[in-house]
């Protein structure tokens, strides 16, 4: 049962425009959330995170939008660039279980 | 850089042997994790030690065991391997357990067996 899900596994912007990646979750209870970036070769890099108590958090060129009612949440890039394009995996938390769930990726590919 | 070694990069084996990954944390954090990468897969957690005790358990066979030392590097051991267990085997550290602190990954071992 895969509770973090991000349905596209891949996805192709122009340069300078944005770039939305998706993520859905099943279980409500999942309280924190994190995007990471991953080169390849690389291990997976710590982008952006967000709590459930809020909606938005913005971090330069990264904003990470979550929809409680919905279990979605999504990582705009703003205005993408060609060294963005990396695999990205959404994760979700649950307090006191110390366990990250990870999606199983998108694959972004930012066009010059 | 994130900090975080792992050795060695890449493993070749064969079915039904024996390895040992090793994974050092960043300097000062007390948490490590570990995750499997199956091809095309997410990371599938594992395991997770904090200060050298074992605090969460993910979906880890009971051919694969792990351990942190005193000076907090960690060993994942697979045993009895199989095809299946040809991955990425990350190791990630954080300075706490809570799920407020971001985890930082090391470059990961590639294991494949023949």
């Known amino acids: 049962d895969q509770q973090v899900k991000q349905n596209s596994p891949s996805l192709s912007v122009q340069e300078g425009r944005i770039s939305i990646l998706n993520c859905d979750y099943t279980?409500?209870?999942?309280?924190?959330f994190l995007w990471y970036k991953k080169y390849p070769a690389e291990g997976p890099t710590f982008l952006i995170s967000?709590?459930?108590?809020?909606d938005k958090n913005e971090d330069g060129r990264f904003t990470v939008f979550l929809n409680k009612s919905a279990k979605h949440l999504s990582l705009h890039i703003v205005p993408s660039q060609p060294g963005d394009s990396a695999v990205y995996f959404c994760?979700?938390?649950?307090?006191?279980?110390?366990?990250?769930?990870f999606g199983t990726g998108t694959r972004l590919k930012v066009l010059a | 850089d994130s900090g975080v070694t792992q050795t060695p990069k890449h493993l070749i084996t064969a079915t039904g042997q024996r390895v040992t990954l090793r994974c050092s944390p960043r300097?000062?954090?007390?948490?490590v994790y570990w995750y499997q990468q199956s091809l095309d897969q997410g990371l599938q957690f594992l395991i997770q030690?904090?200060?050298?005790?074992?605090?969460a358990k993910g979906n880890i066979l009971e051919r694969f065991s792990a351990q942190q030392f005193p000076d907090l590097h960690s060993e994942l051991n697979l045993s009895s391997l199989e095809l299946g267990d040809s991955a990425l085997y990350f190791c990630?550290?954080?300075?706490?357990?809570?799920?407020?602190?971001?985890?930082?990954f090391g470059p990961g071992t590639r294991l494949t067996v023949t």
């Open positions: 994760a979700a938390s649950l307090s006191g279980t110390y366990k990250y769930i």
């Open positions: 030690y904090y200060n050298g005790e074992e605090r």
């Open positions: 279980n409500s209870m999942f309280d924190y």
């Open positions: 300097s000062g954090d007390l948490s």
């Open positions: 990630a550290s954080s300075a706490t357990p809570g799920q407020t602190y971001e985890q930082y």
């Open positions: 967000i709590s459930s108590i809020k």
